[in-house]
């Protein structure tokens, strides 16, 4: 059974970081594309970030480059979302999802319908 269980969210002041983690089981990790993404109230799920399962290049959201940085331990079956410089605005449920390499998807990479898998999601609130 493909699982995934975020964690590391929180409570930070402007300016600050975090760092997330996302713990996959079920499956090898550097088989599926892993995307990070995050929901504010009363918004639409957003993409930040993802990473390829076939090169392991990384995608970001124009609203997060130069301050999140994605990245995948394969031995620890561990996806990260390094997230510095954190603005009011980036506050969010966080997400992350894996695509399945066993479907076809003409989304763009970071959509949120090209993914099959979602975790629990993780609360980070950004204090101004």
């Not at 969010?92 to 999601?121: K, M, N, T």
Request: hydrophobic share 30%.
């Amino acid at each position: 059974e493909v699982q995934l269980v975020e964690s590391g969210g929180g409570l930070v002041q402007a300016g600050g970081s975090l760092r997330l983690s996302c713990a996959a089981s079920g499956f090898t990790l550097d088989d599926y594309t892993i995307g990070w993404f995050r929901q504010a109230p009363g918004k639409e799920r957003e993409g930040v970030s993802c990473i390829s399962s076939s090169d392991g290049n990384t995608y970001y959201a124009d609203s997060v480059k130069g301050r999140f940085t994605i990245s995948r331990d394969n031995a620890k079956n561990t996806v990260y979302l390094q997230m510095n410089s954190l603005k009011p605005e980036d506050t969010a449920v966080y997400y992350c999802a894996a695509e399945s390499p066993f479907y076809f998807s003409d989304f763009p990479i970071l959509h949120p319908h090209r993914y099959h898998y979602w975790g629990q999601g993780t609360q980070v609130t950004v204090s101004s």
